[in-house]
């Protein structure tokens, strides 16, 4: 959970974590080499729940799909790459190395800004 983020950025739930299956072979068969956004990624996995339980107890949003991608990535089940044109799934030596470095690259971002604000913290 992230400070600041706590009502969106809290750990997948029971309810959650029971479609995980669920969700990832949705992923499997949507995403492929074509990005998609994630909003739109959300309102067919919501339409996919529905047609198939009809009134599901989980809603998909943007921010808790990120949660899932997370859960995902973390514990090595998919290999899902992010950019701005949308998310996708793929099994490329150099795509994931560039996602990778992505990664890193705005952790060392948001470290930096953490530092600054240190900085700031320590002159009141």
């Known amino acids: 959970m992230i400070t600041n983020f706590e009502e969106v950025t809290h750990d997948l739930t029971d309810l959650e974590l029971s479609y995980t299956d669920e969700v990832k ?3 499997l068969g949507v995403l492929g080499h074509s990005p998609i956004k994630q909003p739109r990624l959300c309102i067919m996995l919501n339409n996919h729940l529905i047609m198939n339980e009809g009134n599901p107890n989980i809603s998909f ?3 808790r ?3 899932f991608i997370n859960h995902f990535r973390s514990n ?3 290999p899902i790459i992010a950019t701005s044109e949308g998310c996708y799934l793929i099994y490329e030596k150099v795509a994931l190395e ?5 990664l890193e ?3 060392a971002s948001i470290l930096k800004a953490s530092e600054g604000l240190k900085q700031i913290l320590l002159t009141l």
């Open 25 to 27: 072979n949705y992923l």
């Open 76 to 78: 090595a089940i998919l």
């Open 105 to 107: 690259q705005r952790a």
């Open 98 to 102: 560039k996602q990778i470095r992505s």
């Open 65 to 67: 799909l990120r949660k």
């Open 61 to 63: 949003t943007p921010m």
